[in-house]
């Protein structure tokens, strides 16, 4: 991993704050511990096939990151980060009616989209293709965040039918 001692810090930091979030996050008694590690295999494995291909066809590159030689894509981001988030907001939604679990991925989507804007105008960490844009983040966040709450939602309704 090259790159300047700001850059992996804020990769370092990241990894650091999410093992100890995911961990905390898998230790809490609410729910069956399968829906959060359903939620946070499905975003993890999905996040690589999908990364994967935006960074094969150059829609974002990843100059700086780990294991650089065998991933052209962001691992920690994809296996560990965005997972993590997804579990989190899984958790935090488990209850909830559609119109809140919209508006609760927004409080989310929106300062983690602003984020990446700022890593990728002042960092070496992402780099976007001219035609991408923060837009195309977001949108892209959104829909793959409510898919992986769709799938886990769809998973306990099998599964609770089959239990009954």
């Known amino acids: 991993m090259k790159g300047n001692k700001v850059e992996k810090i804020m990769l370092r930091g990241s990894m650091i704050f999410s093992l100890i979030s995911l961990l905390i996050l898998l230790s809490r008694k609410r729910r069956s511990i399968k829906d959060w590690l359903l939620a946070y295999l499905f975003n993890g494995i999905s996040n690589g096939i999908i990364d994967n291909v935006l960074a094969s066809y150059k829609v974002l590159q990843y100059p700086v990151r780990y294991v650089p030689k065998v991933f052209k894509s962001n691992v920690l981001f994809d296996f560990l980060v965005y997972p993590t988030f997804t579990v989190f907001f899984n958790q935090w939604t488990d209850k909830d009616k559609p119109k809140t679990i919209l508006l609760k991925l ?9 984020l990446e804007y700022l890593i990728e105008k002042k960092t070496n960490l992402l780099k976007w293709n001219k035609w991408w844009k923060w837009y195309h983040t977001m949108a892209f966040t959104t829909f793959k965040s409510l898919g992986t709450k769709g799938v886990v939602e769809l998973v306990k309704k099998v599964s609770n039918r089959q239990n009954s």
């Open 106 to 114: 927004l409080v989310f989507t929106v300062p983690t989209t602003f």
